[in-house]
């Protein structure tokens, strides 16, 4: 089945830097999801991209899906303490199942 | 507008035992997917519920099992309980198979 990797594991920033998780697969993918999980609750839907080489911002949030659809990456400009998590990238089948990454913790220091 | 909620929150089992975990989906949702989420892992996919039967499943033994009422809402039941079976487990809620899921606070398994 389809997996995907994360990179890097972990990421520690001070407030105002930028940010950047990179998630990778060796197959084409139909999709990516990314979702955001804080400290202590559950994974939180963000945004899905589903076209070769897609861009779509959410204020200080770009994501990228690349042309041959099989890496995608979240940047977020200006970090804040607000946006400290770990952030999941995520493929979706056609048949329903979704498979996450193992994530990348970002960590904010103000 | 009630969102994805699951019970109990927390649970201590023993070795051996059985457990059953619920999930209510957020309203207008049919589809139910339940994830084992480990400590510092991301999310695996134990299986999917759609019209009260198990449409899809990932790589758990037969240990898992689940069940989807008529009312959309599921359960998630484990038996013989090992060591390993400790994390949290998470219920998601979607309208059809492959939109974004939505999930629910979870319910943190510890197996001593």
């Known amino acids: 089945g389809q997996q995907v990797m994360q990179i890097p594991q972990y990421q ?24 955001k999980q804080r400290p202590g609750g559950h994974p939180v839907f963000l945004i899905q991209l589903v076209k070769s080489g897609e861009v779509k911002k959410q204020k200080r949030l770009t994501f990228q899906f690349g042309e041959a659809k099989k890496n995608s990456s979240l940047h977020i400009t200006a970090t804040q303490t607000t946006d400290v998590g770990t952030y999941f990238c995520a493929v979706n089948t056609n048949a329903g199942k979704s498979t996450f990454g193992d994530g990348t913790t970002l960590t904010v220091k103000p | 507008d009630a969102g994805v909620t699951q019970s109990p929150t927390h649970l201590i089992k023993t070795r051996g035992q059985q457990v059953t975990l619920r999930c209510s989906p957020k309203s207008g949702h049919d589809t139910v997917s339940w994830y084992q989420q480990a400590l510092g892992q991301g999310p695996q996919f134990i299986f999917q519920y759609y019209e009260e039967e198990e449409r899809q499943r990932g790589n758990f033994p037969d240990r898992f099992s689940g ?23 998470l219920c998601a809620s979607s309208l059809k198979s492959n939109s974004p899921l939505h999930f629910g606070n979870g319910t943190r398994l510890t197996v001593t």
């Open chain 2, 67 to 89: 069940h989807q009422f008529p009312n959309y809402s599921s359960e998630l039941n484990v038996n013989a309980l090992l060591l390993g079976d400790s994390a949290l487990y």
């Open chain 1, 12 to 35: 520690h920033v001070q407030e105002g830097e930028d940010f950047t998780t990179y998630c990778n697969s060796s197959t084409t993918l139909s999709n990516i999801q990314w979702y």
